[in-house]
């Protein structure tokens, strides 16, 4: 990656949840098999290719797997001893970043897809973005014809990010929007530190969402830009018929 500043990026792939629906029961769902090689590794060789030196891969359901999957990787990992959300994966991943970085790409780690080599100037884009307008966050929001089950990117009239309401919150006006979240993003380590202890937990889950962060920050002012990737090749992996769906986009992308 081009970087003419003086930031310093790194990524953190969170790759720590239960993933039940996927029904693997001796291993983690970012270790299934797609296009003959774990979703995961397309994520990690994807960074890669964006000259992206520190990755922080979050463990914790079957973490033995995750390692094994990433075995002769020159990557990280952060250990999340308790499942209780994305927020605080990105949490357990921090403990482990070099101090020297400045910013960080958070992805999923069972959204290979996204990750083709003909996205890679979007995600360019993305930092590119981010750079220019001095983000505290910087994510990237896809449209989908069907957004169900999704988070929905809300706007206000001028454009500007208003919040990602996940759908089991949205109101009834908000699921008719068809921009979403694929869970692309890029922060601020300086933001992540002080606006991660602010989250709350889910009444609904326990969790801590990563996505309330922009919450926090459009609340406080804060600079937050959603970079609209229009109709992306995308799909994110929760089932086995959602694994197979991948499977075929995979092939028809490359």
């Known amino acids: 990656m081009n970087n003419t500043t003086n930031r310093n990026f790194a990524a953190i792939i969170l790759a720590a949840g239960k993933g039940k629906r996927m029904q693997m029961e001796n291993a983690n769902k970012v270790t299934a098999q797609l296009a003959?090689?774990?979703?995961?590794?397309?994520?990690?060789?994807?960074?890669?290719?964006?000259?992206?030196?520190?990755?922080?891969?979050?463990?914790?359901?079957?973490?033995?797997?995750?390692?094994?999957?990433?075995?002769?990787?020159?990557?990280?990992?952060?250990?999340?001893?308790e499942l209780l959300g994305t927020g605080d994966a990105v949490k357990a991943a921090l403990t482990v970043l070099p101090e020297s970085v400045s910013d960080v790409l958070v992805v999923y780690g069972d959204d290979a897809v996204l990750y083709a080599e003909k996205n890679?100037?979007?995600?360019?884009?993305?930092?590119?973005?981010?750079e220019q307008a001095n983000d505290v966050v910087t994510f990237l929001s896809i449209e989908q014809d069907n957004p169900s089950g999704l988070g929905r990117i809300v706007r206000d009239k001028s454009g500007k990010i208003k919040a990602i309401v996940e759908e089991k919150d949205a109101t009834d006006e908000e699921k008719k929007i068809t921009e979403i979240n694929p869970g692309c993003f890029i922060f601020s380590v300086e933001f992540l530190k002080k606006y991660l202890p602010k989250l709350s937990k889910s009444s609904v889950t326990g969790e801590y969402y990563?996505?309330?962060?922009?919450?926090?920050?459009?609340?406080d002012g804060r600079d937050v830009t959603g970079l609209q990737g229009g109709k992306m090749d995308w799909r994110g992996i929760n089932t086995q018929e959602e694994l197979e769906a991948a499977e075929k986009l995979y092939n028809k992308t490359h």
């Open 210 to 219: 990563l996505t309330k962060l922009i919450d926090l920050a459009v609340a």
């Open 36 to 81: 003959e090689k774990p979703m995961i590794l397309h994520i990690v060789d994807f960074i890669k290719s964006l000259e992206i030196k520190t990755i922080v891969v979050v463990v914790g359901h079957h973490k033995e797997s995750v390692m094994g999957a990433l075995a002769g990787q020159d990557v990280l990992f952060a250990e999340q001893k």
């Open 120 to 130: 890679q100037p979007a995600l360019q884009k993305l930092f590119t973005t981010h």
